[in-house]
T-cell receptor, first 115, second 113 residues
Framework: AQTVTQSQPEMSVQEAETVTLSCTYDTSENNYYLFWYKQPPSRQMILVIRQEAYKQQNATENRFSVNFQKAAKSFSLKISDSQLGDTAMYFCAFMKAGANSKLTFGKGITLSVRP | KAGVTQTPRYLIKTRGQQVTLSCSPISGHRSVSWYQQTPGQGLQFLFEYFSETQRNKGNFPGRFSGRQFSNSRSEMNVSTLELGDSALYLC????????????FGPGTRLTVT
């Protein structure tokens, strides 16, 4: 079974600054995907970024980038130039590759961006 | 393209009753997954349907069931509701089973009194 751990329950960052959210996971699988999802107060879950385990290059989506360390089973999210709209819960999630769409989520971290 | 829709958005039920929640995936998507979100347990996978077949099931009691119709719309049913079933129920769709790009609906907030 896979587990995803987000040890920081809350973080706060000043607008325009950079913040890093941590995530570790445990799996015996070699082929899998990792995700960061954002859940704002509206509760709509939004995919922020994904990383395929077979890719060595870290994924980047505009202000969002990841630091994927496969050997260490670490998958952190860096948000650059933080904006007020980034205030939300952020969930790290794991999916085994193959005919299985099950996402395993971490407990989430509440990020507050201060004006 | 319209996103994933879930109905109803809010629901209040009494302990012992049963409830049915509905999810309409993005047009063309054939896989629908359901998740339960609670403050205590976080996000937990309930089940996944693809082409009207349940492909995967989470660790939930048999009171939780689901189905998928030929148009890919899915319903989940919870019988004999318990207070602990109060949660946000999220539905996600993807174009194929095992395809990692999942899109979530806004959720149904169920309150059991």
């Amino acid at each position: 079974a896979q587990t995803v751990t987000q040890s920081q329950p809350e973080m706060s960052v000043q607008e325009a600054e950079t913040v890093t959210l941590s995530c570790t996971y445990d799996t015996s699988e070699n082929n899998y995907y990792l995700f960061w999802y954002k859940q704002p107060p509206s509760r709509q879950m939004i995919l922020v970024i994904r990383q395929e385990a077979y890719k060595q290059q870290n994924a980047t989506e505009n202000r969002f980038s990841v630091n994927f360390q496969k050997a260490a089973k670490s998958f952190s999210l860096k948000i650059s130039d933080s904006q007020l709209g980034d205030t939300a819960m952020y969930f790290c999630a794991f999916m085994k590759a193959g005919a299985n769409s099950k996402l395993t989520f971490g407990k989430g971290i509440t990020l507050s961006v201060r004006p | 393209k319209a996103g994933v829709t879930q109905t109803p958005r809010y629901l209040i039920k009494t302990r012992g009753q049963q409830v049915t929640l509905s999810c309409s995936p993005i047009s063309g998507h054939r896989s629908v997954s359901w998740y339960q979100q609670t403050p205590g347990q976080g996000l937990q996978f309930l089940f996944e349907y693809f082409s009207e077949t349940q492909r995967n099931k989470g660790n939930f009691p048999g009171r939780f069931s689901g189905r998928q119709f030929s148009n890919s719309r899915s319903e989940m049913n919870v019988s004999t509701l318990e207070l602990g079933d109060s949660a946000l129920y999220l539905c996600a769709s993807s174009s194929a089973a095992g395809f990692y790009e999942q899109y979530f609906g806004p959720g149904t907030r169920l309150t059991v009194t």
